[in-house]
């Protein structure tokens, strides 16, 4: 029986390597689905453009069923139709709208970040 003694340093990084490996892996299979399964979706008659809730447990819905839009309200027990929608009534969204938004909060947080440091730097002096 051959045993391998390998250096506490050697063992830390082949386990940091396995790891790093193995969430890429998991990355890439994540988003493989999602777009697999929104692919599943693609011409179908019934979509769901916005969803916000309302309460807990309890959402508002504005859904595409065909040429209309509907207003529904969604909760764990029952689905309730609310009224139609004239199309010409809704907002456009732009894809990726909340990325960006997160984005430029985080710039924010960034700067803010920034200059509380340099503020600390000149309080140091």
């Not at 179908?44 to 207003?71: D, F, H, L, S």
């Amino acid at each position: 029986m051959i045993i391998l003694s390998a250096s506490p340093y050697a063992q830390l990084i082949t386990v940091l390597v396995v790891f790093v490996i193995v969430l890429a892996i998991t990355a890439v299979v994540t988003k493989w689905l999602a777009n697999y399964q929104k692919g599943q979706n693609v011409g179908r008659n019934i979509e769901v453009i916005e969803t916000t809730p309302i309460a807990n447990n309890k959402w508002m819905q504005i859904i595409r069923v065909g040429n209309t839009y509907k207003v529904i309200a969604v909760s764990r027990e029952n689905v309730t139709f609310l009224g139609d929608i004239d199309p010409s009534e809704l907002k456009e969204i732009k894809p990726g709208g909340s990325k960006s938004a997160f984005k430029s909060m985080f710039e924010k947080a960034l700067k803010k970040d920034k200059n509380s440091s340099a503020d600390a730097e000149v309080d140091k002096k």
